[in-house]
């Protein structure tokens, strides 16, 4: 268990997490990866929690409070809108971890550049966005389609 939670953590330093800064998790779960996030932006940095899922907001909760690093973590449970009310250009870091496949499923890439387009209003000028997937070269080869349509809204 210790030696999964190095690999993540080495996973997300190598990704340029650091302390203080301002993370998304969007479609975060019950916190595989918010937690890890937590721990290393410290207590002045913060880590906005997004899911449509109460039963896994709340199992986030108690993940949190076990970690001790509840503070650090705002939890929005959303109604599945891709709208993301959080304010312009004000996150370092977006990171979006097997939640792709929810969102273009089969072929629906129309939400897929919405959530993008959300997400890039609310990112920083040098901000990161990352897309985590395990669910294999189907999925990566949709998640290269859809970036590949977006290419014309972002050159
Ligand atoms: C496979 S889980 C991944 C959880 C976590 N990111 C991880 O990698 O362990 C996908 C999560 O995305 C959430 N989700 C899917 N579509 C969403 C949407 N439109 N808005 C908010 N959350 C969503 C689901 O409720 C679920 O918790």
């Known amino acids: 268990m210790d ?10 330093l190598e ?3 650091k302390e203080n800064m301002s993370v998304l998790d969007f479609g975060c779960g019950s916190g595989n ?4 996030v937590a721990k290393i932006i410290g207590s002045d940095g913060r880590v906005i929690a997004i899911d449509e899922d109460q039963v896994k907001l709340e199992q986030l909760i108690v993940n949190a409070k076990e970690a001790k690093v509840e ?5 929005m449970k959303s109604d599945g809108q891709l709208e993301i009310s959080l304010k312009s250009k004000s996150i370092d870091l977006v990171m979006l971890y097997n939640v792709t496949c929810c969102i273009i499923g089969k072929n629906n890439y129309p939400e897929f550049q919405k959530l993008i387009k959300e997400i890039h209003g609310i990112t920083k000028e040098n901000g990161k966005f990352i897309i985590g997937i395990k669910e294999g070269k189907t999925m990566l080869n949709r998640i290269e389609k859809a ?5 014309r809204q972002f050159p």
């Open 147 to 151: 970036i590949s349509l977006m290419k």
């Open 15 to 17: 990704l340029g997490i």
């Open 33 to 36: 990866y918010t937690i890890p």
């Open 71 to 75: 503070k650090r973590i705002e939890i």
């Open 3 to 12: 030696e999964i939670a190095d690999y993540l953590a080495n996973h997300l």
